[in-house]
């Protein structure tokens, strides 16, 4: 009889548990609203855990700690920027949207959003912001796969075809049963076991070093003098293309629609402090892993090989040598977890958004719910069958496009989210001007300029943000009835952070 695989076992109950819950959901989906947004009924900490879960992809796991082992603290301004830029989407963006998507006809996307906001009566810029979606989502869902098909290659030793087909096949299933709901509820769990393995993890490897703070010191200054300098050698352009990640999660919109999603307006300050804890704390725990690892790895150089060869198998190669191989396949199960929330997500998104913007609008108008609901799933697995062809390739650069993607969607839709909620002065050609200019500013940036160092988002949201003011001031002013949805929807916001304001005061 052949011995049991620990790690093998532990991901199959896995997978197998994200499937039953995607199951249980599939009988609380009856329309399309509960397909793609839980029939908005999400309560806090669902809200907060899906929303930080469905953010953290595998780079959590395995970029963060890998650029950390490598280069030190100085690669930590990417998690300070993404604390500050996801603090600030959560006080500034996420109440308002929730309130402003049920004003603008009950909005069950962006685009969807947007049509209503701005009265896009010719579907313009549903179209043009539909299109920017399933562009950056195609390569960002590829990257998901080749994340997933890498770790199953890595620690199983499967080939690369095989790797890929399981980990795509585990996430299709979940979304496609359940939707939005199985999403939520499986990135919650997910939340949950990504944190037990970052704060877990970092804690066992100073451990191992006897838990000495002079012999780690020792340790870290004979390895890598210069990695316990936060600044080190860095310009202030690195410095500051490294903090401009946190203007991404301003445009995101596998991250803005858990907002969208949330059962009240008042669920979002608890929401906001479960979620900003939970994001801190996962990167804290990433960051001190890679940064312990150099001193355990100076003081155990025989088992250095492989993390030497490829900085990114640093979280992975710590979870090998120092749990029981039952732990460290739930430890490892975390990366997954953080590959599959991310992608499933992606994917739904994308479904979503060839559904209700481009099925509904253009194709058929008169689609009954259950017929959506058929289209939704049926989108899911026409996208990920476009995202396996595109990470089919063993040897496929798409996970360094995943930066790409981020600062698409940040300058394309960053500025306009953000003004759409704060400026009724905004029109639709501002609006069409503004993901124009992002995209288009971000594409150009990173082929023609890339070479200055400074991260495409930057000008791509400084540029989007301009051509947005500037359209709109040159035009008419928005008909009376737009005007007067945006201030019914701040009204409704500014009441209810009053409401929330003097029941505190009570208590």
């Known amino acids: 009889m052949s011995q049991i695989n620990p790690t093998l076992v532990t991901f199959l109950v896995y997978i197998i548990a994200m499937i039953g819950i995607g199951l249980y959901a599939y009988k609380s989906t009856n329309n399309f609203d509960d397909y ?6 999400l309560g806090s900490v669902v809200t907060a855990l899906s929303a930080g879960a469905s953010d953290m992809s595998g780079w959590l796991l395995m970029g963060l700690p890998g650029a950390i082992y490598l280069s030190g603290l100085s690669e930590a301004w990417i998690a300070v920027g993404l604390i500050i830029g996801a603090w600030l989407n959560w006080l500034l963006v996420a109440g308002r949207l929730r309130v402003h998507t049920e004003v603008q006809n009950n909005a069950l996307t962006l685009p969807d959003y947007f049509t209503g906001r701005f009265a896009d009566r010719k579907r313009i810029l549903r ?10 989502f195609a390569i960002y869902c590829a990257s998901g796969m080749v994340a997933g098909s890498r770790l199953f290659e890595s ?13 795509a096949i585990a996430t299709i ?24 393995a970052l704060l877990l993890t970092p804690i066992m490897t100073y451990l191992a070093i006897d838990g000495n703070a002079a012999q780690f010191t020792v340790l870290l200054e004979t390895a890598r003098p210069q990695a316990m300098h936060i600044v080190s050698e860095l310009s202030t352009v690195a410095i500051l293309s490294s903090l401009a990640w946190g203007l991404g999660y301003f445009g995101q919109p596998h991250i803005l629609v858990r907002f969208m999603a949330a059962d009240s307006v008042k669920t979002i300050p608890a929401a906001r402090r479960i979620g900003m804890t939970w994001m801190i704390l996962c990167l804290g725990g990433a960051v001190g892993a890679g940064f312990i690892a150099i001193a355990y790895f100076q ?44 992608l499933s997500c992606q994917l739904l998104v994308c479904s979503t958004t060839l559904t209700e913007d481009m099925y509904k609008a253009f194709i058929r108008k008169t689609a009954s719910q259950k017929e ?5 799933r049926f989108m899911v697995l026409a996208v990920a069958v476009l995202a396996i062809c595109l ?7 798409v996970l360094g496009l995943v930066a790409y993607a981020w600062a698409g969607f940040g300058a394309a839709f960053g500025p306009l989210i953000i003004l759409s909620l704060f400026w009724k002065r905004m029109t639709l050609n501002g609006a069409i001007a503004g993901i124009i200019v992002g995209a288009v500013t ?7 300029l890339g070479h200055l160092g400074l991260y495409e988002i930057i000008p791509g949201f400084i540029f989007s943000w301009i051509s947005i003011v500037v359209v709109s001031l040159m035009g008419k002013a928005p008909e009376a009835e737009v005007v007067q949805r945006f201030e019914q929807a701040d009204s409704m916001y500014k009441q209810a952070m009053a409401e929330m304001k003097e029941e505190s005061t009570q208590r």
């Open 391 to 397: 990470a089919s390739n063993p040897d496929s650069k």
């Open 442 to 448: 971000v594409i150009v940036w990173k082929n023609a």
């Open 372 to 376: 959506l609901v058929w289209v939704g």
């Open 36 to 41: 793609i947004l839980g029939g908005r009924s």
């Open 155 to 167: 620690i199983f030793g499967w080939d690369y075809t095989t790797a890929l087909w399981i980990s």
């Open 299 to 342: 003081q155990h150089p025989e088992l250095a090989a492989v993390v030497s060869q490829n900085p990114e198998t640093v979280f992975m190669e710590l979870t090998k040598i120092l749990f029981n191989p039952w732990i460290a396949g739930i430890v490892l199960a975390a990366i997954l977890a953080a590959v599959m929330s991310t």
């Open 127 to 136: 179209m043009i912001s539909a299109i920017v979606i399933l562009v950056f």
């Open 173 to 196: 299933s979940y979304v496609c049963i359940g939707g939005f709901l199985a999403i939520s509820w499986t990135d919650t769990f997910q939340a949950g076991l990504m944190i037990f």
